[in-house]
């Protein structure tokens, strides 16, 4: 336990690999848990297991005090005043673009937007590019197995303009097939729009292959990558994904703030999202002409204390290396799936052994809400609902699931804790 | 000691009569030829039931039944309120979902013109006052039964 961990300066390698270089040797959780200071406490008299990731991700210290040092030595409003702290401002919040194109390896740091969240990500595609490029007829492709957010917004454009919304199915062990996904694509198709990951089962999405085939046949394609950058590396070039769109607040960073990454040619081919300052060129009363992305799609003054927790949250895994966190996360899955499948009155839903770090289960006899509030007893947090994945939930024939996430700070002693608590669960409902 | 007192804690919600009524629901069946009906949905958990009661024309519940999914607490608490709610007057029901809320929530209700049998009922269910996220499953169908008095067909407890 007395390994020290050297913090290494942010460090990318070229390839995949994304910070590999900046990694050490060793994978020390307990030494990673210390970061987080909000795992050192009780819940309910019981040691915190936190298992609820997929839903939102702890924040480590370095996150906190980047913030905390931001608003107390450089903050005020960006793009506007000449003075030093503006100067400041600016730079720390510009710099964090660069900081995110390289996490995802964009071609250019123009093409990372700053949002509220991947939902509004996903809103604002829908809203310019889909109001711009797409009519009645046209087709937009999505999987069985999207997050409320991958749908609404899509939803919503359909209602306007009449596009039709395609869903692809997924097998009984929650994949989704690459035969499946051809089927639906036709000439009409213009977007296909899907996970990486599905939030609610954990499935990874084969999603190189499924742009492969969009761009065959002349679509655009947008992922939804909120599990997926906290889980693996991810390289938005070797992908060719048109938009990938992530939330801040998984990758250990601060809610509120999230990523649209846009090809430069697609994003500049886009209308403005919002209309207001500090995305406009010049406005007179006749006519307004406006910034150049990725300025254009951020109006107002942008949330840029979160912006720069951000920075710092990709900057904390630069240290450890996500293909080192995707490693353990895999020891994790692993030990916890042999751990729940030992429970007779437990199933796993969602069994493909293409998954990342989430566990979706069902236990006989006890709903996921009591499951929920018996775990937490015990200082387990796990998530218990529909996951805002309701048609996938219909389609698997389940009011709700359970859902064990896992994240880089927990341990096989996690999901002890998990297992002896789902024991209590079937004690009560025997 | 550490078990002792999280069993407690748990037997606390999870008593043997709401174990019971979760999962054996009384009255779980459609109910043809209800004048009164409303469907009950929680969308934070997925929770839905549809109620069914049969009044006459003194205002008296004749008949009551439902039909759903849901967590043991929210099961339960429909099913308890059926056996609870036959042959009451609209206006009964009334005060007991009154004595059923302020029991669940915490608010001191007294205990006036409620039976000694339903006052036990009601405190077996009010055990989710300890517990905030779960108030919602124990009150889903009083308020689903207000909003099928009232000839509201659907309540959502968002």
Redesign the interface.
Known sequence: MSKIEVSSPVCYAPDNELFACAAPRHYTVEQYRKDFPILAQQV???ALAYLDNAASAQKPRMVIEAMQRFMEQDYSNIHRGVHELSVRSTDKYEAVRGTVQRFINAAYDDEIVFTRGATEAINLVAQTWGRTFLKAGDEIILTMLEHHANIVPWQMLRDVIGIKLVVVPITPEGDVRIEDVRQVITPRTKLVAVAHISNALGTVLPVAEIIKLAHASGARVLIDGCQAVSHMPVDVQALDADFYVFSAHKLYGPTGIGVLYGKRDILKSMPPYQGGGDMIASVTFAETTYKEPPHRFEAGTPAITEVIGLGAAIEYLSTIGLTRIARHEKELLAYATEKLRAINSLKIVGTTPNKAAIISFVMQ??????IG??LD??GVAVR???HCA?PL?EHLGL??TARASFGLYNTLGDIDALVAALR?VQE??A | M?ET??DS??RD??QDLI?DHG?HPRNFRVLPGANHEALGHNP?????LMLYLTTDAKDIIQDVAFQG?????SVASASMMTEMLKGKTIREAETLFHYMHGSCTGAAVAATNIKEDDADRVQALAGVRH?P??VK?ATLAWHTMQAALKNEKKVSTE
């Open positions: 309910h008299g019981h006899g006890a709903h996921p809400h009591d509030t018996i007893r015990q218990a609902g529909h309701q939930m009011a709700a209590k009560i409902f | 550490r007192a999280l804690d748990l919600l999870y174990l999962k934070l958990c997925g929770d839905r999914s849901g967590c043991a607490i517990y996220m779960r499953c």
